[in-house]
Structure formats: C-alpha cells, structure tokens
C-alpha cells in the first residue's frame, strides 16, 4: 500500500519545508522538497496536507498506562487510543504497576499486553528495586529503553533510598537509568511540620512546600554523582526547578539528560487555586519563576526531552488536599497542542519541539528506525494543523480516567491525521481501534 503526503510544511531535524512524503507499506521510501516536484501522476493514496505541518510522530519517553492491575483507571487500550489522537505514535511505560515490572516474567507479561492491545507503538522500562540488579545483565538491551529508579517515593512505592543499593545499580545498568529525584526524608520531614500546623490534610496549595524545592535539589545532585563516579547513562525525569536546571550540562545527549513535562511547563503555582489536585503531582508544580526557567531550558539545550508523565487516577481519587489526594494527571492526548501553544507564544521554535518531542527520545534511547522523517525509517508521522480551534470538552477525551485538567481550553492546533507503521491510526476525530502497534527495538 503506498501512501502519499502532499502539499503539507515537513519539519524534519532542524528545517522546515514544504514537499512531499512517501510511504510504501510501512516504510518512508521518499522525500521530496517542492522544488524538485514532478508534475508525473502517482499511483496510491494521496493525502492534502495542504495547510498542514508533517512531523515525525511525537515520541513520549514516559506514560503510566496502569496496565496490569490498575486498570479501573486506564490501561494500554484506551490510553493508546489517546495516545494516537493525540500525535503520538511511541510511548515508554513505567514500572509501577501491579505487579511491579521488577521481575522478568512481569515485564514479559507486559510486552504481552502491548501485543494485545497497543494502538500505537510501545515498550517497557524495567524497574529497580534495592535488590534486582543481578537481573540487568538478563535484559535484552533491543527490547527495553532503560531501567526506571524511584530516588523518591511516589504512586506504587518503589522508593530506592540505600546507599549501596544506589552504588549497585548505577555501576551494573548497562541502560539509561531514568531517575525520579526527591529526597523522601525531607518530604516526610516537611509533611510532618505541615500535618502539625494544618492538620491531616493540609490544603493541596502546600504541595510544592512538601515536595520541596530542597527535596528535589538534593537527589537530583546524588544521581549525578553517582552517574559521575560510575560512568552511567542518566535521564532525570520531570525536571521541576531552575537550581536543579544549574547543574544540567547543555546538549549532552549520551551522559547527563533532563526531561521537562507539559505540565510543568503549563502550570504554575498559582494554578493550585483554580485547579486544585487535578494539577498534583509528583515532583510538585512550583513557582513561576520554576515554569520560566523549565521553558528557557527547552531553547537553552539543558531540557533535552519533553515528555508527559501521563499518569491517569479516577476523578474520586484525586480529590482531597496535599496528603490525601493521589498524584498524577492525564496528559497524553493533549501533550503535542499544548507544545504547539507554547511555539505560538515564542517560548521555543517548531524544529525545536520537534528535536524535543521525536529526535532527541530516539537519540537518548537508541531507537530504531524512528523518530525522524528519513527514507527507510518506520511512517511514524502526524500531521497538525494550525488555526484550527477546538475546545477540550468530556466528550473528547480518550483516556479511561474521563476527566482533564485542561477542560474548557480552547486550543489553536488540530491533530489531524496520525500515521503508526505507515497504518492510519487516527484521522480527524476517529481512532482506529483494530490496528496494533509494534514493539519498540533499541540500539
């Protein structure tokens, strides 16, 4: 089957010009700039993208599709539906689940899944624990991007905290290790005085209080040490702060790399009073001033991915104050015009959020064959159109948990088509539900 994208704005690794795209089963065969078309008629399908920017499908290092044993809240079938109405075509799943990916037979059970259920293309991180590293060396480095470390306790409780099991783990991960940084005594420390002061559920508004400013600083400087000293690959997950931004080096791909989420980019402290724990997470939204430095970063190259941490909970689970309220949000469908928004405002530019969202995931994590418009690499490709409104009502919401906290946003950018495989896998409001997606191959 041979697929033709026409008349659209290709962005493609730092350019952007207007040409043609074409797939011939799965594949990208041809890319051709306007000013070497041929006027010859083609045979196959042909899609106007006139009007429309064609990127690489959007790459989400980091979702918590619940999928096994936390499925009343989301699972890999209908967060992949998300997921491909929102422009993504790959997405990395965390660990925490239920069971735990920390076994071999649990991730296998995962890749299981995947095969039975993902819209869209997948893989799975493998989780660290203070006493599974000896299972390293069993990991097929082709299969998983990376091994996933709680240096913080959050949703799942998979807190790593013993110094030598961080000594361990650092000097045997032969993967990236993607590290959630926070100092859990410092957090239960600063909850403490709260409960004190404000009782068993201090309001949701002391969240950024309790998960610290100091908490984050502190463990994000302990996993760069121990990356230091063992010459490991470190991906710190969900940067929220400019002093832990400080010690990011700029443009290092394969050492030392940081990832911003949406959300932290949206939202600031002073969205807790309109949104309350919907925008709860862990690390905390902070100031202002810590959203700021996190969108300098993006341009600055010491943000090298942007990721969602999409992380969906039951509406009755979010509700309550900073102790009692889960953290987590929904994010996936929305990620890609809420980057698009930020283009708009000159916060980055459209070649960057490319490098940000597909190229530079496929860098970090050595995938294959994706993550690029190039010919011979897998038709990962969406398209999006501009000054296209919409509103994000219930009604279009595609994640199982039903609710967002960008209800009522009227965006500007319109998700138009999504190409998985060279498969049409969305297209204009419809996600094709039959269609699975592939396992994701490494390096």
Not at 63 to 70: S, T
Not at 242 to 261: D, Q, R, V
């Amino acid at each position: 089957m041979r697929t033709i994208i026409k008349g659209g704005r290709l962005v493609n690794e730092g350019r952007v010009c207007e040409g043609t795209l074409v797939i011939d089963d799965e594949k990208i065969t041809e890319i051709r700039e306007a000013s070497s078309e041929s006027s010859i008629e083609e045979s196959g399908e042909v899609v106007d993208a006139t009007g429309c920017y064609v990127l690489p499908g959007i790459i989400d290092d980091h979702v918590h599709f619940r999928d096994p044993g936390l499925t009343e809240k989301a699972d890999i079938d209908s967060e992949s539906r998300a997921a491909a109405a929102g422009g993504v075509t790959t997405y990395f799943d965390m660990p925490n689940t239920v069971p735990q990916t920390t076994t071999l037979e649990a991730l296998e059970e995962k890749f299981r899944l995947g095969a039975e259920k993902s819209h869209v293309n997948y893989a799975f991180f493998f989780g660290a624990t203070n006493d599974n590293t000896a299972l390293f060396d069993r990991l097929d480095v082709h299969r998983v991007p990376g091994i996933k470390l709680f240096m913080g306790s959050s949703t799942g409780n998979m807190l790593v905290d013993r110094d030598e099991a961080l000594d361990r783990i650092f000097a045997s991960a032969r993967l990236p290790i993607m590290v959630h940084c926070e100092d859990t005594s410092i957090i239960n420390r600063n909850m403490m005085a709260m409960k004190e002061q404000y009782g068993e559920d201090p309001d949701v508004r002391f969240h950024p209080l309790i998960r610290s400013e100091e908490a984050c600083l502190a463990s994000t400087k302990k996993a760069i040490e121990l990356a230091v000293r063992h010459e490991a690959r470190l991906h710190i997950a969900h940067i929220t702060t400019a002093c832990e931004l400080e010690m990011i080096p700029a443009n290092s791909l394969h050492s030392i790399t940081a990832e911003a989420t949406v959300g932290h980019l949206l939202f600031s402290l002073a969205d807790y009073e309109t949104l309350g724990a919907k925008i709860k997470v862990n690390p905390a939204i902070k100031r202002l001033a810590d959203c700021q430095a996190l969108r300098d970063g993006l341009m600055d190259g010491r943000i090298s991915v942007v990721g969602t941490d999409h992380a969906p909970h039951l509406l009755s689970q979010k509700q309550g104050g900073a102790a009692k309220a889960t953290s987590g949000m929904p994010m996936i469908q929305f990620s890609l015009p809420a980057m698009l928004e930020l283009v708009d405002s000159q916060v980055l530019t459209i070649e960057r959020m490319v490098e940000l969202m597909a190229h530079n995931p496929a860098r970090i994590f050595e995938v294959r064959g994706r993550g690029f418009l190039r010919k011979g690499y897998q038709a990962d490709v969406t398209i999006v159109r501009p000054n296209s409104p919409w509103t994000v009502t219930p009604e279009v919401i595609l994640s199982k948990c039903g609710w967002s906290p960008l209800e009522g946003h009227t965006f500007q950018w319109q998700i138009e088509k999504t190409f998985c495989n060279g498969h049409l896998v969305y297209d204009q409001g419809k996600v094709d539900g039959k269609y699975i997606g592939q396992p994701v191959l490494f390096r």
